[in-house]
């Protein structure tokens, strides 16, 4: 697979808005056999050309850590149901491509302990971006992990249980992958709400 990929990435007439999903493949492959170091300097070098790039250094990640969790904070005490449901589809398509590479760096960060400042960073900038530019696909469980980092973090069980109440409203607005519907109902109804509601209610959706 690498290679038939690497034949249309080494083409240097090829713009880079084409090679994205090229890009996309590429890296689901390297995840599926466990390449996830690999994946994440990929996607490092990926996402800075797309204008997303993250802290050098340990500390400076650890701030911006600090800095993305209080925005988080801030974001969740002035938003309604009605906001969530409101917000504007993306159209964008190279933000789309953005926020499906981030999830996946997430999702490799997570998977290679050693690079675990780069999961929240990651969720800190899915959640910027949609709210510059709309909510995508990706976006309830960038929602429900932000709140899984409320919850583990902070120790706020009632800001990731809002988080989680949110992220399933936005899963019934749009119309996702299976994939990410499952993912957002597991963290959601699996790790957040069941920390301030009778775990029973949840019991229903994790068994569809």
């Not at 249309?8 to 493949?25: F, G, I, Q, T």
């Not at 990926?46 to 500390?59: A, D, E, M, N, R």
């Amino acid at each position: 697979m690498d290679c038939y990929c690497n034949k249309v990435l080494n083409r240097s007439e090829v713009p880079l808005s084409d090679k994205l999903r090229v890009y996309e493949v590429l890296v689901n492959n390297m995840v599926r056999t466990f390449r996830n170091k690999e994946a994440i300097d990929l996607l490092l070098t990926i996402l800075k050309q797309l204008g997303c790039s993250f802290p050098s250094t340990s500390l400076s990640r650890k701030v911006s850590i600090i800095f993305g969790l209080i925005r988080v904070k801030h974001s969740l005490r002035s938003w309604t149901p009605g906001d969530i449901s409101n917000m504007p589809i993306m159209k964008d398509a190279m933000q789309i491509h953005t926020q499906r590479l981030l999830d996946r760096l997430s999702e490799s960060s997570y998977m290679c302990g050693s690079n675990e400042l780069l999961l929240p960073l990651s969720l800190f900038k899915n959640m910027n971006i949609m709210l510059r530019h709309g909510v995508c696909e990706c976006s309830p469980s960038h929602l429900a992990g932000c709140g899984l980092l409320l919850t583990g973090i902070l120790g706020d069980l009632q800001g990731g249980s809002k988080m989680a109440d949110y992220a399933l409203l936005l899963l019934e607005k749009l119309k996702t992958r299976r994939e990410v519907g499952s993912n957002t109902k597991l963290m959601a109804d699996g790790f957040l709400l069941p920390w301030t509601r009778p775990a029973p209610l949840s019991f229903k959706p994790l068994l569809e």
